[in-house]
């Protein structure tokens, strides 16, 4: 039993290690600092900036970061505030289903709805040219993946909330929505922030979904209607050819190992703001 | 009270209200596009036959391949992250019962492990792929999502477990039964509704992954026999074949995808229905 147990507990230690002995060949040539901040990228001539995709990847996140976070906050406030209890059992298998469905399927939907929605809507609404495989599309099909994942532990952080601090509010003659405002969100900020930052974490290591209508073009441009090639995407794209160009195998594995340390730290951190509002 | 605090209650509400209700709207959404497209060009064909002249090229045949291949690799994986997970979770439950920090601290870990992202696993996968020497091959698909689930089936499993009230615990222990005994007997027995969610919860995370099984299961037309050959698996049959310029071979990235909604959904509520008929026979 105790042996499981440590393998799990090692299992990103393992996975950090293999990676970076993959990559190492890489930090020969180049710096760190000047592998993340370089924009050249030309494999065949041994030329790896990987600041495009960082770039792309953050602008992906970013955008899906403004869709999904107030529709979250709102939607858990309602949930744990004012919602009937038969809509709160409709809700449980809807959010189940949401955070269950694959990512591949979510790509398929923002083929068939989303990218037409930017370019036949958004685009000519700011008079420029786009196939609708861009950066817009791919933050709206993030958001929605992101959405039940962040309401989750939304939902869960207002529970902890004590209900007698609602309940004195309440009784100085607040109005139910001024001591969501004042007591519940202010209580459990902490908490809030935390769920925001592992949402941040989810959609900056989603692969296929953003991949399929994103574009996938090296660039680093801060225009939402323009193509953009997000590190996962990077990775996944690639493989089939990576073993045939010198140190292209090496910066894929860097990519990777890139993905897992910044995830790792994120949710490190977030997760231990959760374990403090849960352990009060 | 005055005008604009009734307004502000009355906008929040509405603005809340309609957010939760939009959350419903979107999921419908979702499946009523996927269904729409996918049972067009849905047929027995398509379900029973894999695909003729190339995944790729090839207009006729279906998608049984992939179907097939996803079964195999998740229902492996979920066996080996079982093998592992189970055990592991029972562990936290039993033997650690008393140290609440490191119980949490293990939590702690475990949660921040669930956030790995697959593509990561998939890249991991391809590097102890190489280094073992072994090639894109059903084997390698089933130990990157063994690892990829693995931590899902812990936390979800322990979760359950960690609701046990100690009493019954301290009972096994007083009537003399091992800690094993009571970890595997009583708990076990106690927790098997959420073990059954986290199961299924874990195979369903599997079998709809891509990124992970990208590098390592690699892809064919035709159905696995050996575990040393490659596998195809629906979500990347639905990812190759969308990028065809072919419109038959599209049709079977459409069905492909009503397939595996039509799997997620019922592993989605056949875990509600298991785990409620389950714990009726709990002690409460």
Redesign the interface.
């Known amino acids: 039993m105790v042996t499981a147990l440590v393998i799990i507990l090692l299992l990103p230690l393992f996975i950090g290690v293999g990676l970076y002995l993959k990559a190492s060949p890489l930090f020969e040539h180049q710096s760190l600092l000047n592998l993340i901040t370089t924009t050249e990228w030309l494999p065949h001539e041994g030329k790896f900036g990987f600041w495009p995709f960082i770039a792309s990847s953050l602008y992906v996140t970013l955008l899906a970061f403004l869709f999904s976070a107030p529709v979250c906050l709102l939607a858990a406030i309602y949930l744990t505030e004012f919602s009937s209890n038969r809509l709160i059992r409709i809700m449980h298998p809807v959010i189940d289903i949401l955070a269950g469905l694959p990512s591949v399927i979510y790509g398929v939907w923002g083929i068939l709805v989303i990218v037409p929605f930017v370019s036949d809507l958004l685009v000519p609404a700011v008079n420029t040219k786009s196939s609708g495989y861009t950066i817009m599309a791919g933050g709206i099909v993030l958001a929605v993946m992101c959405i039940p994942y962040i309401l989750n532990m939304i939902i869960e952080v207002f529970r902890t909330v004590p209900v007698g601090l609602k309940e004195a509010s309440l009784s100085l003659g607040a109005t139910s929505w001024e001591s969501v405002k004042h007591v519940v969100v202010r209580k459990s900020y902490p908490g809030i922030i935390s769920a925001f930052g592992l949402g941040i974490a989810k959609a900056f290591g989603e692969t296929i979904a953003v991949m399929m209508v994103v574009g996938n073009m090296v660039q680093a441009k801060f225009n939402p209607f323009e193509a953009g090639y997000p590190l996962p995407a990077l990775i996944a794209n690639n493989y089939g050819e990576m073993l045939s160009i010198p140190m292209y195998d090496s910066a894929l594995m860097f990519a990777a190992l890139l993905l897992l340390v910044i995830i790792l730290i994120i949710n490190l951190i977030f997760r231990y703001f959760i374990y403090k509002t849960r352990a009060r | 009270?005055n005008q604009r605090?009734?307004l502000?209650?009355k906008l929040?509400?509405f603005?809340?209200?309609?957010?939760?209700y939009?959350?419903?709207a979107?999921?419908a959404?979702?499946i009523v596009?996927?269904f729409l497209?996918g049972f067009n060009s849905l047929s027995w064909e398509m379900i029973f036959k894999t695909p003729k002249g190339g995944y790729y090229y090839g207009g006729e045949g279906g998608v049984l391949n992939a179907i097939i291949g996803s079964l195999y690799i998740a229902l492996g994986a979920t066996f080996i992250a079982i093998?592992?997970?189970m055990?592991?979770a029972?562990?936290?439950n039993?033997?650690l019962i008393r140290q609440k920090r490191t119980q949490?601290t293990?939590r702690?870990?475990?949660?921040?492990?669930w956030?790995?992202?697959?593509?990561?696993?998939?890249?991991?996968g391809?590097?102890?792929m190489?280094?073992l020497g072994m090639n894109a091959s059903l084997l390698a698909g089933i130990i990157t999502v063994a690892?990829l689930i693995?931590?899902i089936v812990?936390r979800t499993f322990d979760e359950v477990l960690n609701t046990i009230p100690i009493g019954l615990h301290e009972a096994g222990l007083a009537l003399g039964s091992t800690k094993?005994e009571t970890?595997f007997k009583i708990l076990f027995k106690q927790g098997f509704p959420g073990f059954i969610t986290s199961v299924l919860?874990a195979f369903?995370?599997g079998?709809?992954?891509?990124?992970s099984v990208?590098?390592t299961a690699g892809y064919t037309d035709l159905i696995p026999v050996n575990l040393d050959e490659p596998a195809a698996t629906l979500?990347l049959a639905?990812?190759f074949q969308?990028g065809s310029p072919i419109p038959e071979v599209r049709e079977r990235?459409?069905a492909a995808?009503a397939i595996?909604?039509i799997i997620?959904?019922i592993?989605?509520?056949g875990a509600?229905i298991i785990s409620k008929r389950y714990s009726k026979s709990n002690i409460k």
């Open positions: 009270m605090k009734i502000e209650e929040f509400k603005l809340s209200g309609f957010a939760a939009s959350l419903i979107i999921l959404f979702i596009i996927i497209k093998l592992i997970g055990p592991a029972l562990y936290i039993v033997h949490n293990i702690y870990f475990l949660d921040a492990l956030g790995i992202p697959s593509i990561v696993y998939g890249a991991f391809f590097t102890l190489l280094y690892l693995t931590p812990v094993a970890g919860l369903g995370r079998i709809g992954d891509a990124a990208l590098f979500p639905i990812f969308l990235a459409f995808a595996l909604t997620i959904l592993i989605s509520l509600r």
